[in-house]
């Protein structure tokens, strides 16, 4: 069984928004709680809430949407704290980072100096963290989390410290409620089930659940021997002094990386990204990688210069990286066997492909929002509901959910302006149309003028209100819309925010 050292910053999320744990604060993406402060859980918080009951149970909750880009950035002066101490450091996720413990513990004078040697290294590079040394990445986690700073859990004795455990440390759901239901409500207790059983009736994952109750590993490790060198590389001549160069040669190498092992039956659960610096640097770092597409990949380089770039040069820009990119490499770093994933129906196409790698090559021309996709998303006025996505990335997480009282109804205007143009909405006798805080309209509208241009209005319906955000005043919003036809046969979606109208839509 492998030794492992964990160090693990209590409240990731939240420290990467710059929550600090005596505030009570939250971190929320999509409606839900997705981390707090110790501060919070005092005051009933928890992982997992909608942010409506969290609020309720704590009032003055300070609220940050999750910034991923953030917490990665930010953790690399984490890990390169202890790889001060020991270079093979593994980035499980930010927040989270392990290293092989049996040849540090011997240099450095046993497991228990080394956990404190890592603790105080990361504490001096300013965060809180707890570390703990097992048998195993996940009985070393909760060894880290527990204690008072962690403990060094004995060789052999995973099983033992594990027993006790909540199954919600298996951060499996619907499996720990179902087990709860079975009567079994400790580690201890599935782990004392036979394997073949649990396989039989909970499937797979049922069965990597059994094998880490158990102090396991995950899974059986299974190491290719002998296989070929599928590391994939690029250099920059001249060297790359723009991140956004390097990431998107990232993005690329990739693919190439993934086309190599998919060629080779193989997959990869551990990679290095090493860049090459003109100053003569070489910077490495491991990250976990069970099943990272491209775009994640190239996500993780571009924490890696964030993080080392904000560490070498305070108040520079954050593009810049020091003193330019001349190489970047991908190197696989722990291969198994590829028990297979499902494809899409079709499979994948060359079409698809090559279609991907030209808007790839455009985009590196005309930057990153150079090309992008529409998404459908929710919101009220037909402008909120599609956000542009570029070529590649994921929408965004914090994208706000239903219901909409006021959306419009169908049908959508044909044409939504990018910066929808003011009018005026007139009645007969010349004088703005006006509506009340109850939705009372001044007159009946006679006439439109739009760019100077003046247009009868043939028949018109509205207003129909839209009070937003009205708890946050800094963000509230009030608008009454209408939709009106006029005499030149057009139909328009107008608005009224502020006592000024302006088009929202135009119908085909």
């Known amino acids: 069984m492998t030794r492992v050292l964990v160090v693990w910053c209590p409240d990731w999320p939240a420290t990467a928004v710059g929550v600090?744990?005596?505030?009570a604060g939250a971190v929320v993406a999509k409606g839900r709680v997705e981390a707090c402060t110790a501060a919070a859980r005092a005051e009933g918080v928890r992982r997992g809430q909608r942010l409506r009951d969290a609020?309720?149970?704590?009032?003055?909750?300070?609220?940050?949407?999750?910034?991923?880009?953030?917490?990665?950035?930010?953790?690399?002066?984490?890990?390169?704290?202890?790889?001060a101490l020991t270079p093979r450091v593994e980035v499980v996720r930010p927040g989270l980072c392990a290293i092989p413990a049996r040849g540090p513990a011997r240099f450095h004078g046993g497991e228990e100096v080394l956990r404190i040697l890592v603790q105080d290294a990361v504490v001096e590079a300013g965060h809180d963290c707890g570390s703990g040394v097992a048998d195993g990445l996940f009985t070393a986690e909760l060894a880290a989390r527990?204690?008072?700073?962690?403990?060094?859990?004995?060789?052999?004795?995973?099983?033992?410290?594990?027993?006790?455990?909540?199954?919600?440390?298996?951060?499996?759901?619907e499996l720990a409620d179902l087990l709860r239901r079975l009567g079994v409500k400790t580690?201890?207790?599935?782990?004392?089930?036979?394997?073949?059983?649990?396989?039989?009736?909970?499937g797979a994952d049922g069965a990597l659940a059994h094998r880490m109750a158990r102090g396991e590993e995950p899974r059986p490790i299974a190491p290719v021997q002998g296989a070929e060198d599928l590391s994939v590389r690029t250099d920059f001549d001249?060297?790359?002094?723009?991140?956004?160069?390097?990431?998107?040669?990232?993005?690329?190498?990739?693919?190439?990386?993934?086309?190599?092992?998919?060629?080779?039956?193989?997959?990869?659960?551990?990679?290095?990204?090493?860049a090459?610096?003109?100053?003569?640097r070489v910077l490495r770092r491991l990250w976990r990688h069970?099943?990272?597409?491209?775009?994640?990949?190239?996500?993780?380089?571009?924490?890696?210069?964030?993080?080392?770039?904000?560490?070498?040069?305070?108040?520079?820009?954050?593009?810049?990286?020091?003193?330019g990119v001349t190489w970047l490499e991908l190197v696989p770093d722990h291969l198994v066997p590829d028990e297979g994933r499902q494809e899409g129906l079709w499979g994948?196409?060359?079409?698809?492909?090559?279609?991907?790698?030209?808007?790839?090559?455009?985009?590196?021309?005309?930057?990153?929002?150079?090309?992008?996709?529409?998404?459908?998303?929710?919101?009220?006025?037909?402008?909120?509901?599609?956000?542009?996505?570029?070529?590649?990335?994921?929408?965004?997480?914090?994208?706000?959910?239903?219901?909409?009282?006021?959306?419009?109804?169908?049908?959508?205007?044909?044409?939504?302006?990018?910066?929808?143009?003011?009018v005026d909405l007139v009645d007969a006798a010349g004088d703005a149309v006006t509506v009340s805080a109850r939705c009372e309209v001044s007159a009946p509208p006679a006439a439109l003028v739009v760019r100077g241009r003046t247009a009868a209005i043939t028949g018109w319906t509205g207003p129909w209100p839209a009070d937003e955000r009205w708890w946050d005043p800094g963000r509230a919003r009030r608008r009454a819309r209408f939709q009106v036809t006029t005499d030149d046969g057009a139909a328009y979606l107008l608005a009224v925010e502020g006592g000024r109208w302006h088009i929202e839509g135009v119908y085909d």
């Open 20 to 23: 600090d744990a005596a505030t």
């Open 290 to 323: 069970d099943g990272l597409s491209a775009l994640a990949v190239a996500e993780r380089a571009r924490w890696q210069l964030s993080g080392w770039q904000l560490s070498g040069q305070q108040g520079a820009d954050p593009a810049d990286v020091w003193g």
């Open 146 to 173: 527990s204690g008072q700073g962690g403990v060094v859990v004995p060789e052999g004795g995973a099983a033992a410290f594990l027993a006790p455990y909540p199954l919600s440390v298996l951060d499996r759901p």
């Open 276 to 280: 090459g610096f003109a100053d003569g």
């Open 55 to 83: 609020q309720r149970r704590c009032p003055d909750l300070v609220v940050r949407e999750r910034d991923p880009d953030a917490e990665g950035r930010l953790f690399e002066p984490v890990a390169a704290a202890v790889a």
């Open 348 to 422: 994948r196409t060359s079409v698809t492909d090559r279609i991907a790698r030209a808007a790839d090559r455009i985009q590196a021309l005309l930057g990153h929002q150079g090309i992008t996709r529409p998404v459908l998303v929710g919101g009220r006025g037909p402008g909120e509901q599609v956000v542009r996505v570029p070529i590649g990335d994921v929408p965004p997480a914090d994208l706000p959910e239903g219901p909409w009282p006021g959306r419009l109804t169908a049908p959508a205007p044909a044409v939504v302006p990018p910066a929808p143009p003011d």
């Open 238 to 274: 001249p060297p790359a002094e723009q991140a956004e160069r390097v990431v998107f040669a990232a993005k690329r190498l990739a693919g190439e990386l993934h086309e190599g092992l998919a060629a080779g039956g193989f997959a990869c659960v551990r990679l290095e990204i090493a």
């Open 187 to 202: 580690l201890g207790d599935f782990a004392a089930l036979p394997s073949g059983h649990v396989a039989g009736r909970f």
